[in-house]
């Protein structure tokens, strides 16, 4: 089955600093990748959408300085969370788009979360 | 503003009863619809998907989907205290793969 890695499963820093998360498809080629906030007792928000090669699609209300988001392969996207506050504390998913797996189904294969907290 | 509205419940059932589970949309250019089940401080994992109406079964778990009504179901036969999680709605629409999450229902099975 596809498995995507998402690292580290959880990250607490001081306010100011950066931080990023790493997204990794271990079996499949990624073509593209999504990025996901969830606050507690919420849904999934997506972030943005990052295509291989090229710049990340911000959804509306995303700063894209803050959520620094790099696809450079097609089996790794990093989200970086530039000059963290606690207000960014959240759980960050990534979810992957296979490039042959899943592709006619839509299916996307999630990482298993990152959990941030900003002191 | 597309959007994917779920009960957020809990819904409470006893162990070996049937969970129903409702999702309604607001985009009716909506192609996929996709369960998934989340528990606790993990990341979503698919149950199910369907893309025509009518019922699509996969063991104890039933997708209904009806576009005319804009509303997929899910239902869970002889629920086990397992299937406590929360579950997520998520749809699609035509071209492209950008998921569009419900609020999701969190499901309580009691032993």
């Known amino acids: 089955g596809a498995v995507v890695s998402q690292h580290p499963s959880w990250v607490i820093c001081k306010s100011g600093t950066s931080v990023k998360i790493e997204c990794r498809s271990l079996d499949f080629q990624a073509t593209t990748m999504f990025w996901y906030r969830q606050f507690p007792k919420q849904s999934l928000m997506l972030m943005a959408t990052?295509?291989?090669?090229?710049?990340?699609?911000?959804e509306q209300g995303v700063e894209k300085d803050k959520f620094l988001i790099n696809h450079a392969s097609l089996t790794l996207s990093t989200l970086t969370v530039t000059s963290a506050h606690p207000e960014d504390s959240s759980f960050y998913i990534c979810?992957?788009?296979?490039?042959?797996?899943?592709?006619?189904?839509?299916?996307?294969?999630f990482g298993e979360g990152s959990r941030l907290t900003v002191l | 503003q597309k959007e994917v509205e779920q009960n957020s419940g809990p819904l409470s059932v006893p162990e070996g009863a049937i969970a129903s589970l409702n999702c309604t949309y607001s985009d009716r250019g909506s192609q996929s619809f996709f369960w998934y089940r989340q528990y606790s401080g993990k990341s979503p994992e698919l149950i199910m998907f369907i893309y025509s109406n009518g019922d699509k079964e996969d063991g104890r778990f039933t997708a209904q989907l009806n576009k005319a009504s804009q509303y997929v179901s899910l239902l869970i036969r002889d629920s086990q205290p397992s299937d406590s999680a929360t579950y997520l709605c998520a749809v699609t629409t035509s071209g492209t793969y950008k998921y569009i999450f419900g609020t999701g229902t969190r499901l309580k099975v009691l032993a």
């Open positions: 979810s992957a788009l296979s490039s042959s797996l899943g592709l006619n189904t839509g299916e996307l294969f």
């Open positions: 990052s295509n291989e090669g090229s710049k990340a699609t911000y």
